[in-house]
């Protein structure tokens, strides 16, 4: 088992910025990509960004590209997302989730076994 917590959401106006932490416990931190989902009210779940374990490969949604940034420290089992540039439309709740592949970065709820709990993240215009 996975165990994922995720931090660093709230309120902010619109422009401003945030970063999320989602750190993991539980088995190890290797050997899983990770994920970044946001589902807002009467939504379905949606693909934000994810990064593999080795080699740095990250993907990005359209709708984040260029404003939203994810990384990951393997020593602290923590992944990130800066977000920045923040619009209201980008209002959700936000899951990091956790995919048992190591090189792989999937772009598909399916693909994940291991979610968190979410953060609320609200943009003000």
């Known amino acids: 088992q996975v165990q994922l917590v995720e931090s660093g959401g709230g309120l902010v106006q619109a422009g401003g910025s945030l970063r999320l932490s989602c750190t993991a416990s539980?088995?190890?931190?290797?050997?899983?990509?990770m994920g970044w989902f946001r589902q807002a009210p009467g939504e379905e779940r949606e693909f934000v960004a994810t990064?593999?374990?080795?080699?740095?490969?990250?993907y990005y949604a359209d709708s984040v590209k260029g404003r939203f940034t994810i990384s990951r420290d393997n020593a602290k089992s923590t992944v990130y997302l800066q977000m920045n540039s923040l619009k209201p439309g980008d209002t959700a709740a936000y899951y990091c989730?956790?995919?048992?592949?190591?090189?792989?970065?999937?772009?598909?709820?399916?693909?994940?076994?291991?979610w968190g709990q979410g953060t609320q993240v609200t943009v003000s215009s």
């Open positions: 990064m593999a374990y080795v080699g740095g490969m990250t």
């Open positions: 539980g088995r190890t931190f290797n050997n899983y990509a």
């Open positions: 989730a956790a995919a048992p592949t190591t090189w792989g970065a999937p772009r598909i709820t399916s693909a994940y076994s291991y």
